[in-house]
């Protein structure tokens, strides 16, 4: 394997422009064994047909605990003490668990029931903007692409409304999580997040309601369906997943719009083009940089490596993304392109359960900032955008605009 320098891959630096060095390993190393900020090793899977490959092979598992290697389970994340349920979401756990969790929720996130949110979300995105537009300038990322999906999802499950800035303030400590350390300074953040959830679960148990929250604590007094720990393990993932990622692409995707003036200028002018602008901002921004963890159950043959049991392989979604082997022109954006079957979303059993809300609240957010803000623009010089700290997602902290 060629000596390359892996660089702290939750730095702020790095997230600016990870593209490089990805482009690099795809060349050199597409496997490729690199620490991680929480000192854990990690084989890093960078190109498009071995990601896509990774995220469907049975060969690796998502719980741990499937793929102890002599006598141990693989390291994985220090969390302090007391916080083990959240382990229990179907993210993290392999089928028959994960199937029967996610059937218990699925069916809220279909298309067709999506669809029935489009004017919710449509006057949510224009209530958000009146102020802003009124006032000339946004911090974009406060203003509007992280408020937007927050109260989506919050409505969905049935968090009130004053509640919602609080947990998102739990969550953000939550995914900015890259090291023991940062669990710790985490930890207050998410005992209150599961506390708060427990007490939420607790009033829909007394009074119950026409939303989620109700669905699920239905689901956890009929039996062997969902027991406690798994009901405040998904209530963490659906709100966390639910926002933390789609506000990286609305504000992400108004980023690379405005460093591709000609490509926005054509979404002004074929608005109609939104679906599959939305598929190419997806593509070119990878707001999740890499999947989650996967661990090989047995040693296995891979991509020209063989990679232990036990081990820890993360795919690069991001890296997928702009494959040349795969995409023609991969860093450029062409908000046309088809076909375009990125990654951003996931592939197999784990695919993004979010998708179709995802799609549509990006659809109608950047739709209606680039109707109704003909005059958008950065109001700080683009090296001085701030980047989140982070292992898995990729997003911006904020995004000062004129408009
Ligand atoms: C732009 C926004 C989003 C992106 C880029 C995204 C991306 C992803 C990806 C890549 C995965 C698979 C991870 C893996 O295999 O390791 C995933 C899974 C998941 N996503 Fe999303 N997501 C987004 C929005 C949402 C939303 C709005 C929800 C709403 C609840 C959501 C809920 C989930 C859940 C529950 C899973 C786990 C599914 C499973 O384990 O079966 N996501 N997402």
């Known amino acids: 394997m060629p000596q390359i320098a892996a660089p702290d891959l939750a730095d702020p630096r790095f997230k600016a422009d990870p593209h490089p060095f990805y482009a690099r390993l795809r060349t050199e ?3 490729f064994r690199a ?3 929480d000192k854990r090793e990690a084989w890093l899977v960078t190109r498009y047909d071995d990601v896509a490959a990774l995220l469907k092979d049975g060969r690796f598992a998502k719980d741990p605990r499937n793929a102890v290697a002599h006598g141990r389970r693989p390291k994985t994340p220090w969390l302090p003490p007391g916080f083990g349920p959240l382990s229990r979401n179907m993210l993290d756990l392999d089928d028959p668990d994960h199937a029967r969790l996610r059937m218990l929720v699925h069916k809220a996130f279909t298309p067709r029931l999506v669809e029935g949110l ?4 449509q006057a949510l995105a224009d209530g958000l903007l009146d102020a802003p537009l009124r006032a000339g300038r946004s911090e974009l990322v406060a203003d509007y692409a992280l408020p937007l999906p927050a109260t989506v999802i919050a409505e969905l ?13 739990w969550s953000r400590r939550t995914v900015a999580v890259a090291s023991g350390r940062d669990a710790l300074r985490a930890a207050p953040a998410l005992w209150a997040y599961m506390r708060y959830l427990r007490g939420l679960f607790a009033q829909r148990r ?7 929250i109700t669905a699920l604590v239905r689901a956890e007094e009929a039996g062997d369906r969902l027991d406690r720990d798994e009901l405040v393990a998904m209530g963490v993932l659906l709100l966390t997943a639910g926002h933390e990622t789609t506000v990286n692409l609305i504000a992400g995707g108004a980023l690379a719009l405005l460093e591709h003036p000609e490509q926005l200028d054509r979404l002004r002018r074929e608005p109609d083009l939104i679906e599959r602008a939305v598929e190419e901002l997806l593509r070119h921004t990878s707001p999740v940089e890499m999947a989650t963890e996967r661990y090989a159950r047995d040693d296995v043959e891979f991509a020209g490596a063989t990679i232990p049991r036990g081990a820890l392989v993360l795919g690069v979604l991001a890296s997928a993304n702009r494959d040349e082997r795969r995409f023609e022109s991969p860093d450029g954006l062409d908000l046309g392109r088809e076909p375009n079957r990125h990654l951003a979303l996931g592939r197999g059993p ?6 179709p809300l995802a799609r549509l609240e990006a659809q109608i957010a950047i739709g209606t900032l680039v109707r109704r803000a003909p005059d958008l623009r950065l109001a700080v010089p683009p090296g001085a955008l701030r980047w989140r700290r982070g292992l898995f997602l990729r997003g911006l902290e904020d995004l000062p605009l004129a408009c």
Request: overall charge positive; aromatic content about 6%; glycine content about 8%.
């Open 29 to 31: 190393a597409p496997v």
């Open 35 to 37: 620490a991680l900020p």
């Open 206 to 212: 007394a009074e119950p309601r026409d939303d989620l």
């Open 118 to 121: 489009r004017g919710r979300i």
């Open 350 to 355: 784990h695919f993004c359960l979010g998708a």
């Open 157 to 169: 499950l049935g968090v009130p409304s004053e509640d919602q800035r609080r947990f998102h303030r």
